[in-house]
């Protein structure tokens, strides 16, 4: 699904749009995007100052990834410290963030899309926290330290988490505000 409502593009007539969920709200806009590739918390809002808030203000944005590898400590630390990666052509370097092993795989829902098996090598569940939103900026971080991102889930935006919610799941939380 993609993160907009809907698009005049024939290339992406059969693809499916977050108006497919539902009645909205007239104006509402997410906050934020996730790529095609990507699943997991996406907020929605009319109200555009409180969306540009969000995307502009530093509140941190929690991602499980699963990378290609055994991730190294020194990859961890390099990500953590900020790397270089490619935005619109130009060298950019990413700011400090946290970023960790998971300890136990994360309780997601199934994916549509089978992601390869074990007998390909290892897999890293890791968690990225950021406080800026690049274009797939945690695909290119692990790419750049080695271990490329084979699933990417957004599990939290501020104090706002995905917990239990199925894909295609909506929730409507009254005051965005109190929550991040």
Known sequence: MLSQFSSNALKEQKKKFLADLGNFPKGIMPIGRLDENSEGLLL???????????????IE???????DGDISAKAIQDLCKGIVIGI????????????????????LPTRSKKIRDARH??????????????????????????CPTLRLVRVRVG??????MEAGAVLKLNDLNKLL
């Open 159 to 164: 104090n706002i988490y995905l917990d239990k």
């Open 44 to 58: 929605l809002t009319t109200d555009g100052k409180l969306s540009n808030y969000i995307n502009q203000s530093g």
């Open 121 to 146: 090598g290892p897999t890293t569940w890791i968690s990225v926290t950021l406080t800026e939103g690049k274009f797939r900026q945690v695909r290119k971080m692990t790419s750049a330290v080695g």
């Open 61 to 67: 944005k929690e991602y499980y990834a699963l990378v």
């Open 88 to 107: 619109n052509g130009s060298k950019y370097k990413t700011k400090p963030c946290q970023v960790f092993k998971l300890d136990a795989l994360p309780d």
